[in-house]
């Protein structure tokens, strides 16, 4: 093995940068003559707006410009759009209301903007923004997820009559009731999937510059897909031709979702820097990501099992009322179908699936993809479903998904829903999960912890996901407005060191290291003469960005083919300069040679020669330097089995995660280390959905868990050491073997959690998040039933 | 933050006189709670009189079965101090559980007690362990000095300069900690000194206050017995999205009873 190679826990070489202090994040970026913005934010959930009276602001020191939404409109820049078609049961495509980037005549939300200020210093900006003075006719406000659609409810949108976005049912809906006619038992459930906000740890922001010598609109953003943003701000928002907007992503500081769409303020900034002719700076605070950031996450289902005698799912039903905010953000019509129906069948064989998903709109932020992004979701529905079908039948746990499992030997698996998984073997995965945690001996813990007054509970979940996202055929079928296949471009200099350009976006992944492995083990050139390239507009190629787990499952996969094309027209150059054949031309650890002889040449040589072709092949062209495309033909499907394991403290309700195992079938690994990484991150922010995170907003929709004083995250000392293994399959239709990795731990914890918490109380469920209050009041009353 | 008139003092005579001529000045101790409520423009005071650089208000010493702490000690200095650790343990874990290694090394006692958020930990012990809070006008007993949410019996101009604790017998604290900001949901603190046992409650009620039901059903004895019994007046409770009034109730009684073993 090449000892940088696949397989290698290489340290990540962008931390050099990260630990010293030079990363270089939109906020750390500075230009000649930058004015600050400030948002003028509805402090109302839901109001008409009157008149806006600017005089006062504008007249404020150091005020530049003062702009609206009639400005905006003047202009003719916006609307915002959504990019995913859903088709409703009507027939019609989903309600689509205009989303202006700066309100017109209304506000939907807590954080919905209104007006942009801009001056000469940020404290300038903000002091002038207290002076908007805004004339609002508070209407009442739609909140609540369940009752969104309830009639007499008031209607947020005109176009949008019982603030229904979409009806989308989808499945063999009479197959299904007849199973459910003809079953043994029915398992039914109510749950919650709480919302959550997606804090990643650096705030939104946006540089705008505007060069009047070039026409040309400069945007820094914290973005996970500059190429995207660049697309939709062009074509969509008008804000300026493709060939003309340049959109960097510098250093991310984290996205988890929040950064893959087009907000307001970037649309805004590139829009006025060109307006007031200055570079225009906009750098959220916390306040404001709590605001108006995209959230995930809130549905609000019931869920229903068919099972024959012996607990083998017969058929499944689910009803789900999904919130997807005040307006629709770029993907928000599609996580709540698509990405969340498809994955009904979790790792099971159940024959019929029938769902009906409502999309309702309310007076709160914007929904969106929140790391998982419907998996999550699905999983939970599916993974607590279970364990009450085992205990409606009798059942361990385990022995119930046992019974139920998708054979090793049906890969690749069609389901009901859509989706083909690849490869699994998922009794592999539950024995290896129940090794590493011990489940055997889990009763004799549980009794030790009774001695000391505690409640122990142990709780499963077996997920499966659908990421790598995705065949470009697959997503325009469905509605989507892009291809999602993945670009690279990997280039020699001509003294042989590399760069590796790609499409995706690394906002803490590890790219830089991951895809130098990458190069480093297909081309045999040392690991630190490999730079990877990513996140501007003017340096790489066109790229779909970085979410739904797609990075190296996809990016990756162009990453290698590039490297392959280099191989191919490396071998006619070796072949020419060593008086060879090209059929007998070998390449291997970075040396191309001749079978049988020990004439060779170092690919550093052939790409110099490919620079300075004084003796070269006739019909190659000069230059080392490929590039490819990657479509894939199938999504990829992670799986696994993770194993919680809590003590519930009965007297104060407090829930203490004590061991977690986790065992993922990721495919190939390409850095372990970095992989433990994504899992170790990916658990916590699950476990975080189940115990902590609870986006809340009171009856006028005003955000109750606006800063972290109210909204908890999960710390270390939430968290116990955890027990992680893997259970590799070789999915057939990935060129690397590789599997997505970093949203597989937010999607498996919750029902590992909250089944582990049931466990322990002996409580059919309990909602997310799992607080110590509501802990406590479910113990009581298991303890008041059971005396 | 808006703009406001920054005043560095270096001796509690000058504090004074910078307060009474500010058109409506405050105090700044650690600042860990003045400086985030001004960034979010919640507060705009004209002045700010920044007492760090007060050299007689810091230090820790026990004198006459006190231990007397400086009200300018960060709560670091006190969790790390060998005298406070030595007279009072409780009172140094309770310091080393405050907050986050920032607010401890800028946070100090006497900014804390003065602030008087409901659910700070401080309250607890200074009323528990009937501590006297001496000022630069007088001493007030600790009953006597938290008077309401945010409220204190401080005038205006009047700055507190160290807190006088007298050793007890045993004493411990038990905080239930808010799992978003760490501040106490429900703290007590119980403590026996001289033959009383006195019990310190934060984070229930808009006031630290003695939980004088619960210190009668200990009858001045270290046994939780009782506790389960005593009936605490669930509408005087705090509610929030966090903690209910209900559930608040019950968790003083469950960390009285718990701070109780403690001390044993």
Redesign the interface.
């Known amino acids: 093995m090449n000892e940088n190679g696949i397989g290698a826990s290489v340290r990540r070489k962008e931390d050099q940068r990260f630990l010293i202090g030079k990363g270089n994040y939109t906020d750390d970026i500075n230009v000649a003559g930058q004015t600050h913005a400030v948002f003028v934010r509805s402090p109302h959930a839901h109001a008409e707006i009157k008149g806006i009276d600017c005089s006062d602001a504008l007249a404020a020191p150091g005020v530049v410009a003062v702009l609206t939404g009639d400005d905006l409109a003047a202009d003719g820049i916006g609307p915002l759009i959504c990019g995913v078609t859903v088709t409703s049961d009507d027939g019609e495509p989903h309600r689509a209301p205009a989303h202006p980037a700066l309100a017109q005549g209304k506000v939907n939300y807590v954080g919905d903007h209104v007006a942009i200020v801009i001056a000469e210093t940020r ?1 300038q900006a903000r ?1 002038a923004a207290e002076l908007v003075d805004v004339d609002y006719n508070v209407l009442p406000a739609v909140v609540d997820t369940s009752s969104a659609a309830d009639s007499g409810q008031p209607q947020i949108h005109e176009v949008a009559p019982d603030n229904v976005c979409y009806n989308w049912p989808f499945g063999d809906k009479d197959g299904v009731e007849a199973a459910f006619a003809g079953a043994h038992k029915v398992s039914k459930l109510d749950l919650v999937n709480n919302r959550m906000v997606t804090n990643p740890m650096e705030p939104r922001a946006a540089l705008g510059e505007y060069n009047p010598g070039t026409d040309e609109i400069t945007l820094h953003l914290t973005t996970q897909n500059p190429h995207v943003h660049r697309l939709v701000l062009s074509a969509f928002n008008q804000l300026a031709p493709e060939h003309k907007l340049r959109v960097v992503g510098p250093d991310v500081g984290g996205g988890f979702g929040a950064k893959i769409f087009v907000y307001a303020e970037e649309l805004v900034v590139g829009w006025a820097c060109r307006k007031i002719k200055r570079p225009v700076k906009w750098n959220g605070d916390r ?1 404001e990501a709590f605001l108006a950031d995209a959230h995930g996450r809130d549905h609000v289902s019931t869920a229903e099992m068919a099972m024959d005698e012996n607990g083998k799912f017969l058929a499944m039903r689910v009803q789900t009322q999904a919130n997807l905010g005040a307006y629709l953000s770029t993907f928000s019509t599609m996580v709540p179908s698509y990405l969340y129906a498809f994955l009904l069948a979790g790792q099971y064989s159940t024959p019929l699936i029938y769902s009906e998903v409502k999309a309702v709109f309310t007076n709160t932020a914007p929904v969106d993809a929140c790391r998982g992004a419907g998996r999550p979701e699905a999983t939970y529905l599916v993974e607590r479903l279970v364990d009450i079908c085992a205990a409606d039948m009798g059942l361990d746990p385990a022995e119930i998904r046992r019974r139920n499992f998708i054979p090793v030997d049906a890969f690749p698996y069609q389901t009901p829903v859509v989706q083909c998984y690849d490869s699994g073997d998922y009794p592999a995965a539950l024995d290896k999960a129940m090794e590493l945690a011990d489940y055997s001996g889990f009763s004799a813990r549980a009794e030790e912890a009774k001695s000391r007054g505690k409640l122990r509970g142990i709780g499963l979940s077996s997920y499966v996901e659908a990421c790598g996202i995705a065949p470009s055929a697959a997503v325009g079928q469905l509605g989507a407005g892009v291809g999602l296949w993945e670009s690279a471009q990997v280039r020699f200099n001509p003294t042989g060191n590399v760069q590796v350009f790609t499409g995706t976006h690394s906002h803490g992944q590890g790219h830089e290291t991951t895809f130098a492995q990458l190069v480093c083990d297909q081309l045999g050139v040392p690991i630190e003469n490999i730079e990877v390239i990513h996140g501007d507009t003017a340096k790489t190629q066109f790229g779909m960005g970085t979410y739904g787990s797609r990075s190296l499952a996809v990016g990756g996969v162009a990453i290698a083919r590039a490297c392959d094309k280099l191989i191919a027209k490396g071998k006619k150059i070796a072949a020419h300069a060593l008086e060879a054949a090209e059929g007998d031309i070998e390449f291997a650890d970075g040396n191309f040679s001749v079978a049988g002889t020990d004439k060779a040449m170092n690919i550093a040589e052939v790409a110099f020669t490919a620079y300075v072709p004084h003796s070269y092949p006739e019909g190659v062209e000069p230059g080392f330097d490929e590039n490819a495309f990657f479509d894939p033909t199938n999504f990829s499907f992670p799986a696994g089995t993770h194993i919680c394991e809590v003590e519930v403290d009965p ?2 309700g407090v829930v203490e995660v004590v061991k977690y195992s986790a065992v993922d079938d990721f495919g190939k690994l390409i850095n372990p280390m970095i992989v433990e990484g994504q899992v170790h991150g990916g658990i916590a922010h699950g476990v975080g959905q189940a ?2 995170e ?1 986006c ?1 907003y009171d009856s006028e929709g005003q955000l ?2 606006a800063s ?6 999960p710390r270390a000392d ?1 968290l116990p050491c955890f027990d992680i293994d893997y259970a590799p399959t070789n999915p057939p239709d990935n060129p690397l073997g590789v599997k997505g990795c970093g949203e597989a731990g937010a999607i498996g914890a919750p029902p590992a959690v909250i089944n582990a918490i049931s466990n322990a109380l002996g409580v059919r469920h309990i909602d997310m998040p799992a ?3 509501t802990v ?2 479910a113990a009581q009353q298991a303890a008041a039933v059971s005396s | 933050m808006y703009e406001f008139n920054y005043r560095k003092v270096a001796s509690v005579a000058a504090a004074t006189e910078a307060m009474q001529q500010a058109e409506d000045g405050k105090f700044m101790a650690g600042g860990q709670t003045m400086l985030p409520t001004m960034k979010h423009r919640l507060a705009s005071p004209s002045d700010l009189i920044d007492l760090g650089g007060v050299a007689e208000l810091t230090g820790i010493s026990v004198e006459n079965e006190n231990l007397i702490v400086g009200a300018m000690t960060t709560h670091a200095a006190v969790a790390a101090s060998a005298e406070v650790q030595q007279a009072i343990p409780a009172l140094a874990r309770l310091a080393g559980n405050i907050g986050d290694p920032a607010v401890r090394n800028r946070g100090t006692l006497g900014g804390s007690i003065a602030n008087h958020d409901p659910a700070a930990d401080y309250p607890a012990a200074v009323i528990a362990l009937g501590a006297t809070v001496q000022t630069s006008k007088r001493a007030i007993s600790a009953e006597e000095f938290f008077t309401g949410m945010f409220e204190t019996a401080l005038e205006d101009d009047e700055i507190v300069t160290s807190v006088s604790f007298p050793l007890p017998e045993a004493a411990a604290y038990m905080k239930f900690e808010n799992p978003a900001s760490r501040y106490a949901i429900v703290g007590v603190f119980v403590a026996k000194t001289g033959g009383e046992v006195r019990v310190g409650v934060t984070g229930a009620t808009a006031c630290a206050h003695r939980g004088l039901r619960l210190e009668a059903a200990l009858g001045g004895e270290l046994d939780a017995g009782g506790i389960d019994a005593v009936e605490l007046p669930v509408e005087q409770m705090n509610s929030d999205i966090h903690a209910s009034a209900e559930y608040r109730a019950h968790l003083v009684k469950v960390m009285t009873k718990r701070a109780v073993e403690a001390c044993q």
């Open positions: 404290a002091d306040s007297d104060t115990l902590l609870g809340s109750i868990t972290y004083m109210d909204y908890a995250m939430n607080t110590p209050e406590w009041r």
